[in-house]
C-alpha cells in the first residue's frame, strides 16, 4: 500500500503538470519558441529577423534634420529699416520763439507714440503722412526736417524707435520666456533670438526647433543648430519657432525591471541604452537569448531586408537578440530606436516550471493532508 500510495501521488503530479502546463498560467508576453513559431503570412503576419551587423547597419535611420533651401537662402531682414506698425517717438526743436508747433516758445515740441500706418506712412503736424516704411531713422528724420524747414526757420528733429512692432516674431514651447520678440541688429538669426527668448527649459539634447514661415514650415535638433552655423538661418517677419520636446515614445513589455511606456532620453537611442532607462533585465526571470524588438519597416527598408521578394506595404518584422553573446552586446549597442518600437524580453524556460510547481505544491500538499485524515 505505500508503494501504490507513492506511485498514486506522482501520478497525480505528472497529470497536474501535464495539465497545467498546457492552460493559461499568468504570464507577461509569449515565450521564445511561440514567437520564432509564429512567424509568416500563414502564422501573425511577421517576420523574425535575427540581427546582424549588416541588418543593423541597413535598418539605420539617419535622424539629422535641417532647414530647406528655402530657409538657408532666405534673405535677412533689415533691422535698421523702419517697418508698418512701428512706433516712434519725434521731437522737433525750432529756433524762433513763436514756433510753428511750439506757439509759446518753449523750444522742444514732442511727438510721442507716432505710429506707421498699413500704408508704411507717418503723420506729422503741418506735413501730413510723410513715407516712412523702408527708410531708415535717418533717412526719415531728414525727410521730415525738409518738410517743416518750408513751414519754420531752421527746425530740428531727432526721431527713435520706441516699439519695433512691425517685425515681431513668436517664439513659443519649452522655452524660458515664450513671447513675441522684435528683429532688431542682434537677434537677426535663430540662434540669438532663441537666447532672446531665455533659452530653453530642458535639456537642448531632445528639443526640436520648427520653424513657420507662411505656409512653409522647416525643423532642426537644437544640438545639431550648436553643432553646425550654417543652420543659423535668418529670421522673417512673422516668423513662429516652436521648441518643443522629442515625441517619439518606445515601449518596454515583459522580463524587464521596470515595464513601461517612455520617451526618447536622447535623439540618438540604442536598444541597450533603451533597457537600460527602463533598468534593465530582470535577473531572475529575463531570458538573455530571447530579447526582441516589434516593429513596422517602411517599405525601402524591407526591401533592402529582404532582397528579392515583391514588397510594396510595410513589413512586420520581430529582430531578436542573444545578449548572452559578447558581440549581442554590441549589436544592441549599434542597432537604434525608432519612434512607436517596442521591445520585449522573454522569460527564461525555467520560469514557465517554477509556476507550474507552485501552482501544484499546494495542491500535492492538501491532498497528502486529506490522505492521512483518512487512515490511508
Known amino acids: 500500500m505505500p508503494f501504490l500510495s507513492a506511485f498514486a501521488r506522482l501520478t497525480l503530479l505528472t497529470c497536474l503538470l501535464t495539465a497545467l502546463s498546457a492552460c493559461g498560467l499568468p504570464r507577461s508576453g509569449p515565450y521564445y519558441s511561440e514567437i520564432t513559431g509564429a512567424q509568416g503570412p500563414e502564422g501573425y503576419g511577421f517576420h523574425v529577423v535575427p540581427l546582424t551587423p549588416d541588418v543593423a547597419r541597413i535598418t539605420r ?3 539629422q534634420r535641417g532647414f530647406s533651401v528655402s530657409f538657408l537662402e532666405a534673405r535677412a531682414e533689415a533691422p535698421y529699416t523702419l517697418s508698418r506698425g512701428d512706433v516712434l517717438s519725434i521731437t522737433v526743436w525750432e529756433n524762433i520763439d513763436e514756433g510753428l508747433l511750439n506757439p509759446q516758445g ?6 510721442p507714440n507716432s505710429q506707421i500706418d498699413e500704408g508704411g506712412r507717418i503723420f506729422v503736424p503741418y506735413i ?13 528724420r531728414n525727410a521730415v526736417q525738409t518738410a517743416l524747414a518750408e513751414k519754420t ?30 528683429i532688431e541688429p542682434a537677434t537677426t538669426h535663430l540662434l540669438p533670438m532663441m537666447a532672446r527668448a531665455g533659452g530653453v527649459s530642458i535639456d537642448a539634447e531632445v528639443v526640436r526647433l520648427k520653424l513657420r514661415r507662411g505656409r512653409i514650415q522647416g525643423d532642426i535638433w537644437l544640438q545639431d543648430l550648436y553643432d553646425d552655423p550654417t543652420q543659423d538661418v535668418h529670421l522673417r517677419t512673422g516668423d513662429a519657432i516652436i521648441a518643443e520636446r522629442d515625441r ?5 513589455l515583459g522580463a524587464v525591471a521596470g515595464p513601461q511606456t517612455i520617451q526618447f532620453p536622447t535623439r540618438d537611442l540604442s536598444v ?13 526571470t529575463a531570458d538573455a537569448t530571447g530579447v526582441f524588438l516589434f516593429r513596422d519597416e517602411p517599405v525601402e527598408i524591407s526591401q533592402r531586408l529582404f532582397p528579392g521578394r515583391e514588397i510594396t506595404e510595410p513589413q512586420r518584422v520581430a ?12 549589436l544592441a549597442r549599434d542597432f537604434m530606436m525608432r519612434d512607436g518600437d517596442t521591445v520585449y524580453v522573454t522569460n527564461a524556460p525555467f520560469v ?10 499546494p495542491l500535492v500538499n492538501t491532498a497528502g493532508a486529506t490522505r492521512s485524515l483518512g487512515g490511508f
Not at 128 to 140: C, F, M, N, V
Not at 273 to 283: F, K, N, R
Open 272 to 284: 541597450i541604452t533603451a533597457l537600460g532607462t527602463v533598468g534593465g533585465l530582470s535577473e531572475f
Open 61 to 63: 535611420i539617419d535622424e
Open 319 to 330: 529582430y531578436v537578440i542573444d545578449l548572452t553573446q559578447p558581440a549581442g552586446m554590441f
Open 352 to 361: 514557465r516550471w517554477l509556476k507550474i510547481l507552485s501552482t501544484v505544491t
Open 128 to 140: 501730413g503722412l510723410i513715407p516712412a516704411a523702408g527708410r531708415t531713422i535717418s533717412q526719415l
Open 106 to 111: 518753449i523750444g522742444a515740441t514732442p511727438l
Open 248 to 252: 517619439r515614445i518606445f515601449t518596454a
Open 153 to 182: 526757420l531752421n527746425p530740428q528733429v531727432d526721431i527713435f524707435r520706441v516699439d519695433a512692432q512691425g517685425r515681431l516674431v513668436s517664439v513659443q514651447g519649452v522655452v524660458n520666456a515664450p513671447g513675441l520678440y522684435p
